[in-house]
């Protein structure tokens, strides 16, 4: 009851900063007054910003909850404590895919983008593995984080390829491969949402099984757990969740880390309770990374993608750390 009642709170005070802070501050008697308007109607300027600031927001809150959730997937899966999207390559392998149907088959519309996005990222997502999987041990904590380290870099030097000669297409998608949430649009919101729902659907269900996985295989099998389906369903529902953002926000980085990481330290490794609050936990950090963003460099902004990272990047140090003495 008291968790609910913290993550009802957490997200209203992250929606209210959202809506309320930026480039341009909006006092509350014309906050109140822009939300009982509507665009169409209003044509006053604290309106229009109120207005584009709540589709911002939804999409904020919609997009870490979907990049959260699938951190958490990653994590339960590989029994990996630093997988991640974007430590994996899998954002990469989807800007990659994006990036290519555009340049060379003129991609146009945005549910273009998820297939492609989908695809890049499942494949990237394979592809990484694999390479883990090489030599004794496994797919380690260390290995996975230097193949998909290694993975993402190459993918990245080859999106600059196909971008550098043309000077229009890197125009349009500098903003994009750094990762914003300023572009959504209702349009997008509805067009990624279905398959963010069919994600978080999945995650919730596994999440029972995820917890036997925790205890290893050979014991998991034993519960009555098939293990193979249960990797490649879950691993399924976590592409799918990043795919489907990064295909219309960009390459968000680390919020599929930190969510469930303070989640885990809050509630423990529970993954029927980690799963939804690693949703709430990703909505709050990747709208309240917004927030700021449009507040340090006002009247401009940073991209989001780059105050997740900025913050991120140590977190993934502390993990790895802890991670490498615990297997030694």
């Not at 699938?70 to 994006?98: C, E, H, K, W, Y």
């Amino acid at each position: 009851m008291l968790l609910g009642a913290a993550s009802i709170v957490a997200l209203a005070a992250a929606a209210v900063l959202s809506i309320a802070f930026g480039s341009r501050q909006i006092s509350v008697d014309l906050l109140l007054e822009a939300l009982g308007s509507s665009r169409s109607t209003d044509s006053s300027l604290e309106a229009r910003i109120v207005y584009e600031r709540i589709i911002r927001t939804v999409f904020s809150m919609v997009s870490g909850s979907a990049l959260g959730v699938s951190g958490a997937l990653m994590q339960a899966v590989t029994r990996n404590p630093i997988a991640d999207p974007s430590i994996l390559g899998v954002n990469t392998g989807a800007s990659l895919f994006v990036v290519i149907g555009i340049t060379f088959f003129g991609l146009g519309s945005a549910n273009q983008y998820i297939v492609f996005a989908m695809l890049g990222a499942g494949l990237t997502a394979v592809l990484v593995y694999s390479i883990s999987s090489i030599g004794s041990g496994g797919a380690t904590p260390i290995k996975l984080a230097l193949a998909g380290t290694a993975v993402s870099a190459a993918l990245t030097s080859l999106v600059t390829a196909v971008i550098l000669p043309r000077g229009q297409g890197m125009d349009a998608f500098r903003f994009w491969q750094i990762g914003s949430v300023g572009a959504a649009s209702w349009d997008s919101i509805l067009l990624a949402a279905p398959l963010i729902i069919i994600g978080l659907i999945i995650s919730i269900a596994t999440a029972p099984s995820l917890n036997a996985l925790a205890l290893g295989d050979d014991v998991a099998t034993g519960l009555g757990v098939k293990t193979g389906l249960l990797r490649v369903v879950s691993a399924f529902a976590g592409v799918v969740l990043c795919g489907a953002v990064t295909a219309i926000a960009g390459p968000i980085g680390f919020i599929g880390l930190m969510a469930p990481h303070i989640m885990r330290l809050l509630l423990g490794p529970d993954q029927r309770i980690l799963m939804p609050m690693s949703a709430v936990a990703g909505a709050v950090i990747l709208t309240l990374a917004d927030v700021a963003g449009r507040m340090i460099a006002r009247p401009g902004e940073i991209e989001v993608g780059i105050l997740t990272a900025f913050v991120g990047a140590p977190i993934l140090v502390i993990v790895a750390m802890k991670s490498k003495m615990k297997v030694i």
